[in-house]
């Protein structure tokens, strides 16, 4: 299975800003999809946001327009940018990458997760 490393969380006001990092441990994250979950206190595990091999990308209603998904192949990384960031936003969040496009399951390698804290 791929190695998948989080990095960037921490704990931001609201409205600011936070770039999230995974860097994979082999280059063959190039032949899959890429995706950022995030868990909050007492709920489920959902997506936030996914990018397929292809450049394909969707995003949780709750999250379209502030933040941004990307691949960069040639350093085996997945960024998040997050933007505008809310209370609301808080949470663990994971990196994934898997075979396939569809993003309602749990397959695929999972990193550690990195925590996210909105908070004044």
């Known amino acids: 299975q791929v190695q998948l490393v989080e990095s960037g969380g921490g704990l931001v006001q609201p409205g600011g800003s936070l770039r999230l990092s995974c860097a994979a441990s082999?280059?063959?994250?190039?032949?899959?999809?890429m995706g950022w979950y995030r868990q909050a206190p007492g709920k489920q595990r959902e997506l936030v946001a996914g990018?397929?091999?292809?450049?394909?990308?969707n995003y949780a209603d709750s999250v379209k327009g502030r933040f941004t998904i990307s691949r960069d192949n040639a350093k085996n990384t997945a960024y998040l940018q997050m933007n505008s960031l809310k209370p609301e936003d808080t949470a663990i969040y994971y990196c994934?990458?898997?075979?396939?496009?569809?993003?309602?399951?749990?397959?695929?390698?999972w990193g550690q997760g990195t925590q996210v804290t909105v908070s004044s």
């Open positions: 082999e280059s063959i994250i190039s032949l899959l999809s």
């Open positions: 990018i397929t091999r292809d450049y394909y990308t």
């Open positions: 994934n990458s898997r075979l396939s496009t569809n993003w309602d399951n749990e397959y695929g390698s």
